[in-house]
């Protein structure tokens, strides 16, 4: 099975040399050619996969909830005469807001869950279409790109470690009452050991920011300790913590009208055997046109390796739109200025709608 360092070997092919480096050399940054390929390894990669909504990366998740407006479900507290908006209220014109997902490289669409709408299917906004269908059948609605200020949890001691867990059940903390205001969106806690009985002993905090290990959950303010179980992905109960907080900073969040949002993302892959084979091409020879500058100097040769990555790049791309149903019907005018992006149900918004990017830039 292909494993990194074929890819960055494969790259090294681009500049003409016949060096190449092993496992053991790249993970201890042994060489130059090892030095350089890690450097530039997961910026290049990165940066490829948000330029198309990539099949070998495509995801789709619930986004779990930060806060709502009031008269929402999520916030049904009673709202003054006089209520102006203030922080801990999704930022306006937005009803939800969610967390952004960790692994998340570029948010594509928020998606209707199948089970939608207000209590009595009463919508606030027009994106929140009321009801419960039973299969999904709604277009994608609007959202944006955010961040908020939040109180990260960054560690986590037991209190009490209640009964029947396992290790590797993932708990979520308690939330608020909704008749309050949102507390934000409560920090989950691994369970790393146990003791008797099942009682969580020690456990770790599951990080919800890119790039931060052990940054978890999205609160407003801190909570009093201890902090008591709400959920797990196991079967325990009744353990309690008390939480360690970080000081206040930003996270990205997802704004929207959407209730029971589900996203579909570029997820950050980094399985190389999760790759589509055209795709593997074209992050190896975007990878060699930045090792080509970073180990030769040679601009020129540095541009012909970008010109051989943009043409796999456009290889793969026509490739991964075709690896499906794509409908290419043209969509009025009087349709499109609604927010409607196609006009047949089976196509979905997957053909329409949705910014490529550009190719890889040439050096200077």
């Not at 050399?25 to 996969?49: K, P």
């Not at 407003?220 to 902090?227: E, I, L, R, Y």
């Not at 949002?261 to 190896?284: C, G, P, Q």
Request: charged letters at 10%.
């Amino acid at each position: 099975m292909p494993q990194q360092v074929d890819l960055v070997n494969r790259a090294l092919q681009t500049l003409g040399t016949r060096t190449t480096v092993t496992a053991t050399e790249l993970a201890g940054n042994a060489t130059n050619e090892a030095i350089q390929a890690n450097i530039a390894y997961d910026n290049v990669r990165q940066s490829l996969l948000r330029m198309a909504p990539w099949d070998c990366a495509f995801n789709t998740i619930p986004l779990t909830l930060i806060t709502a407006v009031q008269g929402t479900p999520e916030n049904t507290g009673p709202i003054p005469a006089t209520q102006l908006w203030q922080k801990g209220l999704p930022a306006p014109p937005w009803a939800y807001e969610y967390q952004y997902p960790a692994d998340c490289l570029r948010a594509c669409w928020i998606m209707p869950q199948y089970a939608t709408g207000f209590a009595g299917g009463v919508p606030i906004t027009t994106a929140v279409t009321g009801g419960t269908p039973s299969f999904w059948s709604g277009q994608p609605v609007r959202f944006k790109v955010g961040i908020d200020q939040f109180v990260p949890v960054i560690a986590a001691t037991v209190v009490s470690g209640g009964t029947g867990h396992a290790v590797g059940d993932i708990i979520t903390l308690a939330s608020g009452p909704t008749t309050l205001a949102p507390i934000g969106a409560p920090a989950q806690l691994g369970v790393l050991t146990v003791g008797g009985g099942g009682a969580v002993a020690t456990v770790g905090v599951v990080s919800v920011n890119r790039g931060e290990t052990g940054i978890g959950g999205s609160y407003f303010a801190q909570q009093p300790n201890p902090v008591a179980q709400g959920s797990t992905t196991g079967s325990g109960t009744g353990a309690t913590f008390n939480l360690t907080y970080g000081p206040k900073g930003d996270q990205r969040v997802i704004l929207t009208n959407q209730e029971f949002a589900i996203m579909n993302y570029v997820r950050d892959v980094t399985d190389v055997n999760v790759f589509d084979d055209k795709f593997y091409a074209a992050l190896s020879y975007s990878l060699g046109a930045a090792l080509t500058m970073a180990l030769t100097g040679d601009k020129a040769l540095a541009n012909i390796a970008v010109g051989m990555a943009n043409q796999k790049i456009t290889e793969a791309r026509a490739v991964d739109g075709n690896e499906g149903l794509t409908v290419n019907d043209v969509t009025p005018d009087w349709i499109r200025i609604r927010g409607v992006w196609y006009t047949e149900y089976y196509s979905g918004p997957y053909g329409f709608g949705y910014e490529w990017g550009t190719l890889w830039p040439a050096f200077g």
